[in-house]
């Protein structure tokens, strides 16, 4: 291998898990590190998805880090350019921009058995690092469908998170493909101004009224004052999402009760008995992610919205052909069909120590301990992992969690000494995903009767967290040893690798923080 720059650590992508990932490395004392982004500024998601009506359906003193506050928030609910905005500060406050590398997208990484370390080829060259951090997301890459006759649309096309500011929408016919997260923002926010929009809504979501509201000055002077109220706002937000954890994972019967107000808040704004037929799913909410919104019924109201309760089948010149039949005839079509989740593309750009991809590791499903570490994958660890996602509340507070772990795993590192990697035991993550796998067959999203993106093609459950965040802090508190291989170099070229003694293995039951 020829010589390249060498860092300890290397974090992938530049948004909340990378950011966090950066200062959490800089509080450890950990100064030798690198965060590769692949656009020309941070911000992650929330600098790719910049759609109008886009913001955040998590409450603002609940969506940001612990250890960073912010007592300006504008919105009970910001919007993305807040996030952003947010997402910048933090850079600064932390020092964070010398580590950061922009136009750094990742090409490859390989792990080289040999020396222990990850080789990365980056766009602008190659580097290698003691450790990975991938921190790219599961909402980073956009998925659109592959539609019969799309090349052949002689108007525009683009997604959710791609969205093209110089087209103007005013007075277009304008295709609208999912009735997702952003496509109930998206709607409300374009229909003013479109000739006609054509809603193609392939199963209907679960919406709630959106309580925003603007914060005043006061509640923002107060939480610059004193900033405990600010702490106090945010240890409400998380204890009332705590306790309704237990509905969505062990009772989801209860939900009943919640679906009924979702259908007052359709009646409320839908009087079309036909239409209100349309947008009444049949599957028991909390299944797909419930939506937050107060403008999206009132918007398919209007006279020039027409919904679809089909998806795209194809596309013949311009005009747009529903699986159900029928037609219309459009300027532009706009994709809100998601990410590629449960087959994350940067999966296929990570070489183990078997010499296969992490995608080919996870041909039959994603897996990790503990959301964080892959066999076969030595000194690699990824932020919002396998079973890290959640249905009712902040991710951030997972994200803290796993840097947690992160801290602790480079603690146990340096305390090794030299040139040392853990390596996790696949038995370590069989066990793992099992009992994940058990808890999530009673939960809402196994057992409501939909088909959501939280599933992959086996119909497995990868994204989700079937517990609290509360638990998930506890499991990822630290690292147990005796559910890695150490392995070391002993000399030049030459590879050993050492298990940990019987004290250490036979202390896993009682030091394993039971999922």
């Not at 539609?147 to 998170?161: E, I, R, T, Y």
């Not at 069989?430 to 808890?439: D, L, P, T, Y």
């Amino acid at each position: 291998m020829a010589e390249h720059e060498h860092v300890r650590v290397a974090v992938i992508g530049s948004g909340f898990g990378g950011l966090g990932a950066a200062v959490r490395l800089r509080r450890e004392g950990i100064t030798d590190f690198v965060v590769l982004e692949r656009a020309d500024s941070v911000g992650g998601t929330w600098r790719d998805n910049s759609y109008p009506g886009c913001a955040c359906d998590v409450p603002s003193h609940l969506y940001s880090f612990s250890f960073a506050p912010n007592p300006d928030w504008p919105r009970t609910f910001s919007g993305q350019e807040h996030i952003r905005a947010y997402l910048e500060h933090v850079t600064d406050t932390f020092g964070l921009r010398p580590h950061i590398r922009l136009d750094h997208e990742v090409k490859m990484m390989r792990w080289d058995g040999d020396e222990l370390r990850w080789e990365i080829d980056t766009a602008q060259g190659t580097l290698t690092a003691d450790v990975v951090v991938s921190a790219t997301g599961p909402l980073s890459d956009p998925k659109i469908p592959a539609v019969p006759g799309l090349d052949g649309f002689p108007g525009k096309v683009f997604h959710s998170a791609r969205w093209d500011h110089d087209y103007d929408l005013r007075g277009k016919r304008v295709a609208m493909i999912g009735t997702g997260a952003s496509a109930i923002q998206i709607v409300p926010s374009i229909q003013p101004d479109v000739e006609k929009l054509t809603l193609f809504q392939r199963t209907p979501p679960w919406v709630m009224p959106r309580m925003d509201r603007a914060i005043t000055g006061a509640e923002r002077w107060l939480h610059r004052q004193l900033p405990f109220t600010g702490k106090a706002r945010r240890g409400i937000l998380f204890g009332v999402r705590e306790l309704q954890v237990t509905a969505f994972t062990k009772h989801p019967n209860q939900l009943g009760m919640i679906e009924s107000l979702a259908k007052a808040n359709m009646a409320k704004a839908i009087k079309d008995p036909a239409l209100r037929a349309k947008l009444t799913p049949s599957y028991r909410i909390g299944c797909k992610r419930i939506l937050l919104s107060s403008s999206y019924y009132p918007a398919l109201a209007q006279h020039n919205v027409d919904v679809v309760a089909s998806g795209l089948k194809e596309v013949r010149g311009s005009t747009v052909v529903a699986a159900d039949g029928s037609e219309a005839e459009v300027d532009a079509i706009i994709f809100g069909t998601g990410f590629h989740v449960t087959d994350m593309p940067i999966a296929e750009r990570v070489v183990g120590a078997d010499g296969i991809t992490l995608a080919e590791a996870w041909k039959d499903g994603m897996q990790s301990l503990r959301g964080a570490t892959a066999a076969g994958f030595p000194n690699w660890m990824t932020i919002i992992g396998p079973n890290t996602g959640l249905g009712n509340s902040s991710m951030i507070l997972m994200i803290e969690s796993q840097l947690n772990y992160m801290a602790d795993f480079m603690r146990q590192l340096n305390v090794l000494g030299g040139r040392a990697a853990l390596a996790v035991r696949p038995s370590a993550v069989n066990a793992w995903n099992r009992r994940v796998q058990e808890r999530m067959k009673r939960t809402v999203w196994n057992t409501g009767g939909c088909d959501s993106w939280y599933l992959d093609a086996n119909g497995r459950n990868t994204t989700v967290w079937p517990g609290t965040p509360s638990e998930f802090r506890r499991a990822t508190r630290d690292v147990n040893l005796a559910e890695y291989e150490v392995m070391r170099v002993v000399r030049a070229g030459v590879r050993a690798e050492a298990e940990e003694s019987v004290a250490a293995e036979e202390s896993v039951a009682a030091k394993e923080t039971v999922a």
